[in-house]
């Protein structure tokens, strides 16, 4: 497995992994940094990105071995492993986020990843990003309302990184679904030519997907956090009452206590941290992420119920998805 940090050895490592059929220009290289190969890769064979923040786990694990399936027999996986600053507002975690790369290393090579491009702030930024991706108005609902410019900063590094490393495709998870809605619509805007995979999240077995920064769960803050699949799963299982049900089933188990009586505080109540505080509960069309009304009887087709709350200081999104109509009928 080969590590790369700065946009050369990205540049180097990409050509002797998947010469090019003609040469490669990346803009700010040395002309000997350039891919001057004539060959061309291996029928069937892909170049797959999977862009991360690291603090890996196994969900990410899940994206690198589809991209190992969808890159071919010869085609190479490449992991990118950067935490990105322009995604963090002020007040957000930054500066605490995970961060463990030789770990993330260490499974990047267990599951067969040709390159890791793990770049400093420096290499991904070498001076103020004047210029910055707009989201438009699907980037400025739901988790743009609640995280102002956070779209900015995500498309902006997935744009930088899409540039670097050339990929015929790239793996997203669907947890991230507003992200992977914008990410699509990005590739296909700028006529980028790359392939948007989705990953099905991947959920503990109480059903709580998994994420870096449950990380920062406590013990009591664990037992709660699934219950925002349970609201997610009852808000679909009602698809046929419409939309208003489902919002409805789901914000009913919202509601109701978190807990049993076994973690009860020495009052007989529900501790402090066992009532998550809910941002947003919505659904939203699956391919524009438009918003579907609650009273909106005729919608008919594939969304996505999602949510965003915190559980303690810890703010998990989530969400799964629900089919109206002729879609559920097939």
């Not at 940094?33 to 196994?58: E, Q, W």
């Not at 707009?134 to 609640?146: C, H, K, S």
């Not at 769960?217 to 956090?225: C, D, K, N, T």
Request: contains cysteine.
């Amino acid at each position: 497995m080969i590590i790369a940090r700065t946009r050369g050895e990205l540049a180097a490592a990409l050509e002797k992994l998947a010469p090019p059929a003609r040469p490669i220009q990346w803009p700010g290289l040395p002309s000997d940094a350039h891919s001057g190969g004539t060959g061309g890769r291996p029928p069937g064979s892909k170049t797959v990105l999977v862009p991360t923040m690291g603090a890996l786990h196994d969900g990410h694990l899940a994206l690198l071995r589809r991209a190992r399936e969808l890159a071919g027999p010869s085609g190479p996986v490449v992991v990118s492993i950067f935490v990105n600053p322009l995604q963090f507002g002020p007040n957000e975690d930054l500066d605490k986020y995970p961060r463990a790369l030789d770990a993330d290393l260490a499974a990047c090579e267990a599951e067969g990843v040709d390159l890791v491009f793990a770049p400093s702030v420096r290499v991904m930024y070498p001076q103020e990003q004047l210029v910055r991706v707009d989201p438009g108005p699907t980037g400025e609902i739901l988790e743009g309302e609640f995280r102002p410019g956070f779209f900015h900063g995500v498309l902006t590094v997935v744009l930088k990184l899409f540039n670097l490393v050339r990929p015929d495709t790239a793996v997203f998870g669907q947890k991230d679904a507003q992200q992977l809605v914008l990410v699509r619509r990005m590739s296909a805007d700028f006529g980028l030519g790359i392939e948007i995979e989705a990953v099905q999240t991947v959920r503990a077995a109480d059903g709580l997907a998994l994420s870096s920064r449950n990380k920062y769960l406590s013990p009591v803050e664990r037992a709660v956090a699934p219950v925002l699949h349970r609201a997610l799963a009852a808000g679909a299982a009602v698809a046929s009452g419409g939309p208003g049900a489902v919002v409805a089933a789901a914000q009913a188990v919202l509601d109701a206590p978190a807990l049993d009586d076994t973690v009860l505080d020495d009052t007989g109540s529900e501790p402090a941290e066992a009532s998550p505080r809910v941002d947003y509960l919505a659904l939203a069309d699956e391919r524009s992420y438009e918003l579907v009304r609650n009273d909106d009887l005729d919608f008919h087709g594939t969304a996505v119920l999602a949510i965003a709350a915190r559980v303690g200081t810890t703010r998990l999104i989530d969400n799964v998805i629900v089919e109206f109509g002729h879609a559920a009928d097939d």
